[in-house]
């Protein structure tokens, strides 16, 4: 698992379109598009649940509930796949500064013993 973290934090998008690709995880997790999709659940699931009723053009337009549900499952996926690249790449960058923390004292010592 930690060589795919490792591949997913070392990929940097080649193309316009997987630079473009390289952008859906962040919308999805955005807290506007959650947001939205807390809204349109409001709408077209608690709404009809208490008998109010929701056009048939809404719901065409906006979904049923399993498409919001799932939707909103998919903000969940990517707003955790960034949090865990990033991290990883935060943990990454701690390795590298004790890594050369390391070796300059290892420097140090190894030249006042001379």
């Known amino acids: 698992m930690a060589d795919t973290i490792s591949q997913l934090a070392d990929a940097a998008p080649a193309g316009r379109l997987q630079r473009a690709l390289a952008l859906v995880p962040r919308a999805l997790s955005s807290r506007i598009h959650i947001a ?65 923390m390391v070796e300059r004292l290892s420097r140090q010592v190894g030249g006042q013993s001379s």
């Open 36 to 100: 939205f999709l807390a809204l349109l659940g409001v709408y077209l699931v608690i709404l009809p649940l208490v008998h109010v009723h929701v056009s048939a053009f809404a719901e065409l337009v906006g979904g049923n509930y399993t498409n919001v549900t799932s939707d909103l499952g998919a903000c969940i996926a990517a707003g955790g796949t960034i949090h865990v690249l990033r991290s990883h790449r935060e943990h990454r960058s701690e390795i590298a500064e004790l890594r050369s």
